[in-house]
Nanobody
């Protein structure tokens, strides 16, 4: 049984930082693609950043590049999202998801396993 657990969300002021963690358990493969998505009410879930734990290659949405950094833990089962220079428009529920490869990493329909989400609120 695959289980993903996110943590690290919270409330910060614009310009602040947060670090999200995603712990993945039960996935059949050691090397995998772990991706962070976010969603606000009424909008589609969008890919923010992904990482292939087999080699550390990372992928970013334009909205995240330069401000967010995705990294992995040594055990290949954890992914972190360091978010700096946060903006009010980053306010969302952040979810992590996992699949085997990072091809089309930002396409939510390609993921079968999701965490429960963690709320990030950025105030101006």
């Amino acid at each position: 049984q695959v289980r993903l657990v996110e943590s690290g969300g919270g409330s910060v002021q614009a310009g602040g930082s947060l670090r999200l963690s995603c712990a993945a358990a039960g996935y059949a493969y050691s090397s995998k693609c772990i991706t962070w998505f976010r969603q606000t009410p009424g909008k589609e879930r969008e890919g923010v950043a992904g990482i292939y734990t087999g080699g550390g290659t990372s992928y970013y949405a334009d909205s995240a590049r330069g401000r967010f950094t995705i990294s992995q833990g040594n055990d290949k089962n954890t992914a972190y999202l360091q978010m700096n220079s946060l903006k009010p428009e980053d306010t969302a529920t952040y979810y992590c998801a996992v699949k085997l490869l990072c091809l089309n990493w930002g396409q939510r329909n390609e993921y079968s396993y999701w965490g429960q989400g963690t709320q990030v609120t950025v105030s101006s």
